[in-house]
């Protein structure tokens, strides 16, 4: 099939009516008296997923639903703070750019259900502040991954499972709080029951988010320590997510068929008002008000049938997803001369429009060979259609905001493109059982992607480019059962990720002049080749206490060939040298390190539960660059750890617990877009999450959270030639009251 065939949205409509129709169609064909079969893994209290972990063939971390709801999360991003490895980018207290074993957000994959889900944006990064974490059953850490999975995941894949468990019981819960001087909240509602041969699940929520944040910046000159500038600016953001997940499951026998869309619609305003002075801070040279409004919508119809058979099972699988984001920027930039008088000002208009559309099959098995071999195997083509659309004008107005000249184009020549993009993938792995405590899991899995992009110069010229990218990744894990709860793991897998869609975009923006560094010219590179990674792992990870307790220690390994970072050079451009900042393979990377998790039961008796829970992770990271040297990883910090305690007292239904995370002071010396040799320090960050509560009867579950109660601060210096940078970002804490009822 061709990507083109996704560019309307009536064949979306088609589409998801056929897979309606499938799934429906198969429903009214089954017998009332349809034998009940086993059921998919679903983990929901702790000690199931320790479980799940020290069983699976590979390595991965499983959060269960009881831990997901402990602190009464409001995002996904909550829990992962939380979470071994994870560290985050970004304003202070916001969870949003997640960053595995330090590595930039798009080394680090998100799935739903098993299944990729994009984001419109132009790099498919998945925010996870956007996913309520209500809706959650478990989350899955997968540290290196297995031909099974998809192989653009050199940091580390994370696998999110919405609810699926069967209770015979309909939740709800409701939220009120604030986030500095922003209400925030929630409301969530979840249904299951068993229908005849039908599993149905029901669940929808509704959030309301906030981030209060506000930041300081002075710039120095580094010799004399004279201030030379400062910039302040509140950047609050207010959001809303509704999202619905229904899942059905139809039993035939011991075969199954499961329908499980996902909808989701949200917004997110945000309020820049931003101030400039020179040294003299009492005259501001620069005043700019921001406004933006986003608005996206994910949309997602798969089913699936699993089907049972003496030798084993299999599956087919057909997804239809369409994501839309609309975006809009007003800014009115005011600028003033040294004496702070009025010079001139401009409003700037921007608005975003992405779609981002795909189609997808599959089919695979798993064939028991023997006693000592499980074979799993499948194929997958995903056919994807990205169109980026960013208009832009500027208009002259006065010292009051009104316009007095006219609506002038400023589009860039990267504001418009389209990408049609497919994606076959083969993949084969043999679980082999070597003897009663031994098992080796080698596998293969071959991915060949094929884009062509296609856009409009600023002229109007149409450009085109094309690429064919292949890639064989091996991986091996090895488990080695030492006692029924001890267990060693190690592994060598081979990853790849992709250049972007716009990083492969040859077009330059020439919007500036080119003449410095920074104001250079502006384009992507059809000579970027993929980043292939070798990564090893090796660990021990040790259950106790009835599968209540746990805890493992994991060391890790990765050598990143062709690491990509954007660059800043001279070259020559119809004739004349010019500047260009485009994104570069800058050398080989490697990052190294080690991942404690521990999950301690202190205390059982007489009702009362006391468990411990936390992590430590060791970070390392450098690029050898042929020009540079050795350079630091960008914003890797050294050590990141947690530290909780959870509490329950049985008969009186009451609860509590708190959870610390700290980033210590660290320094990275590192080159910037702008090819200029950096030296950055952060200061420690320290926040603090609590939560209490009590359960007086299945219908009244009241919870009280904190989080981020230590007001957070991120406090960051950069130096560069003769300039010093100060900036600190300031968030406010989250105070929330939830009130759930089970019946």
Do not use: C
């Amino acid at each position: 099939m061709n990507a083109s065939t996704l560019r309307h949205p009536s064949g979306v409509a088609r589409a998801a009516i056929a897979i309606a129709t499938l799934a429906l169609g198969h429903a009214l064909q089954a017998q009332e008296s349809a034998e009940k079969t086993l059921r998919q893994v679903v983990v929901v209290d702790q000690r199931e997923a320790q479980v799940e972990r020290k069983e699976s063939y590979l390595q991965k971390i499983v959060i269960a639903e009881e831990e997901v709801e402990r602190f009464g999360d409001v995002s996904v991003g909550d829990i992962l703070k939380r979470l071994t490895g994870i560290s985050f980018t970004g304003p202070a207290g916001v969870t949003k750019d997640v960053r595995m074993r330090g590595l930039d957000k798009g080394y680090t994959q998100f799935m739903i259900n098993g299944e990729l889900v994009n984001s419109a944006t132009k790099d498919r990064q998945f925010q996870v502040d956007r996913l309520p974490a209500d809706m959650i059953e478990r989350i899955e850490i997968i540290r290196a991954p297995s031909a099974e999975y998809d192989a653009g995941n050199i940091g580390g894949l994370i696998n999110i499972v919405f609810k699926s468990k069967v209770e015979e019981v309909t939740r709800t819960r409701v939220a009120a709080g604030k986030n500095g001087k922003y209400d925030i909240g929630d409301a969530i509602v979840q249904s299951s029951k068993r229908v005849g041969n039908a599993d149905i699940v029901l669940a929808a929520s509704y959030t309301v988010a906030a981030e209060d944040v506000s930041e300081a910046k002075a710039t120095y000159n580094a010799t004399t320590g004279a201030l030379t500038a400062t910039e302040n600016k509140p950047k609050p953001a207010t959001k809303t997510e509704l999202l619905f997940t229904p899942r059905v499951t139809w039993h035939f026998g011991e075969d199954r068929l499961t329908f499980d869309p996902y909808i989701s619609k949200g917004t997110e305003d945000k309020e820049e008002d931003k101030l400039k002075t020179g040294a003299n801070v009492a005259i501001v040279t620069e005043k700019e008000i921001k406004e933006e409004n986003k608005r996206d919508q994910v949309i997602r119809l798969g089913t699936r049938y699993d089907g049972k058979r003496d030798w084993g099972g299999w599956y087919a699988k057909v997804a239809l997803a369409e994501t839309r984001a609309d975006k809009k920027v007003v800014a009115d930039v005011f600028k003033y001369n040294g004496a702070g008088v009025f010079t001139s000002a401009e409003r700037k208009r921007e608005t975003e429009d992405i779609v981002d559309q795909y189609l997808q099959f599959g089919l695979g098995f798993a064939a028991q060979l023997g006693e000592r071999h499980l074979v799993r195997g499948g194929i997958e083509v995903k056919d994807s259609d990205f169109k980026s659309r960013k208009p832009k004008t500027k208009q002259a107005i006065n010292a009051s905001g009104l316009p007095i000249g006219a609506v002038v184009s400023d589009d860039g020549q990267r504001d418009k493109f389209d990408i049609g993009e497919r994606k076959t993938t083969i993949y084969l792995q043999d679980e082999i059982r070597l003897g009663s405590s031994h098992w080796l899991t080698p596998g293969v899995r071959y991915e060949q992607t094929s884009r062509e992009a296609s856009g409009n110069d600023k002229n109007g010229l149409p450009y085109r480019s094309d690429n064919k990218l292949d890639s064989s990744n091996p991986s091996l894990h090895y488990r080695w059962a030492i006692g029924k709860n001890l267990n060693f793991r190690a592994s060598i897998t081979k990853t790849v990720k992709l250049p972007k869609f716009d990083q492969l975009n040859p077009t330059l923006d020439t919007s500036k002049d080119g003449l410095t560094s920074a104001n250079a010219y502006t384009g992507g590179n059809v000579d970027l080749k993929p980043e292939d990674a070798l990564g090893y792992e090796a660990g021990f990870e040790k259950a106790f206490a009835g599968n209540r307790g746990m805890l493992g220690v994991n060391f890790y390994e990765r050598r990143i060939k062709d690491f990509v970072e954007t660059r800043t050079n001279q070259e020559n451009i119809n004739g004349a040298m010019r500047w260009v900042k485009r994104p570069q393979n800058v050398g080989e990377a490697h990052i190294y390190g080690m991942e404690l998790d521990w999950r301690f039961p202190l205390y059982e008796k007489a009702g009362h539960v006391l468990n411990v829970v936390g992590n430590h992770t060791e970070m390392r990271g450098t690029i050898d660059s042929p020009t540079k040297g050795e350079i630091d990883i960008k914003e890797m910090p050294p050590r990141v750890t947690n530290l909780g305690l959870d509490y329950k007292h049985r008969p009186s239904g009451s609860f509590g617990g708190f959870s610390v995370n700290y980033v210590p002071k660290f320094s990275a010396s590192s080159t910037n877009d702008n090819d200029e040799s950096e030296l950055k320090h952060w200061q420690a960050r320290t926040t603090l999450d609590v939560y209490v509560g009590k359960i007086f009867s299945p219908l009244a579950e009241v919870r009280l959270i904190g989080r981020n109660l230590l007001k957070v601060k991120k406090d960051e210096t950069t130096i560069k030639g003769n300039s010093l940078e100060h900036k600190i970002e300031y968030s406010k804490p989250t105070v929330m009251l939830t009130f759930e009822s089970r019946f």
